[in-house]
């Protein structure tokens, strides 16, 4: 096995592992927060930046964005931007946990439904930190392993007609 096919396999094992960790993380934390969704709004609302009504959408909507983002990354499925919206949820819940942090708020987190009353503290803004860390370094492992792919293919497509 030549250098680059060991670096093409473990950026796949790597990929792979990210894939099923973000994903089940994701898909046990929606899972939690639509079991309560009632809980759940009550954890959006503690954090209060913002009002009744987008707060209910966020309480609606998050879980199913995590839901769906963490089922997709299971089944290896639009991976590129499964890994995308999962960095994205990452900043979002570092900022949104900061930002309570830095007000004094004291309240649960909420990460994996409201029933799990683990305070907000620099550990979890540090667990989201490194939610936003897994989503991009799968995003971009993917990446390359797609452009790699992409150069492989056309190489193959060019020494094909070059020999015709």
């Not at 250098?3 to 934390?29: P, Q, Y």
């Amino acid at each position: 096995m030549n250098k680059r096919s060991k670096a093409d396999a473990t950026r796949g094992w790597v990929i792979c592992l990210l894939r099923m960790t973000i994903g089940v993380v994701l898909v046990v934390s929606a899972i939690k927060k639509l079991q309560t969704p009632y809980d759940f709004l009550g954890t959006v609302y503690g954090y209060r930046l913002v009002g009744p009504a987008i707060g209910l959408g966020i309480a609606i909507v998050l879980p199913w964005v995590e839901l769906i983002t963490g089922a997709l990354l299971l089944a290896n499925f639009m991976t590129g931007p499964s890994f995308l919206v999962t960095s994205m949820l990452g900043v979002m819940f570092v900022v949104v946990q900061g930002s309570s942090i830095s007000r004094g708020l004291h309240i649960a987190c909420g990460c994996f439904g409201p029933n799990i009353s683990q305070p907000i503290s620099y550990s979890t803004v540090l667990r989201a930190f490194g939610v936003f860390l897994a989503g991009t370094i799968g995003l971009f492992l993917w990446a390359k392993t797609r452009s790699i792919r992409k150069s492989t293919r056309n190489n193959k497509l060019n020494e094909s007609f070059s020999t015709s």
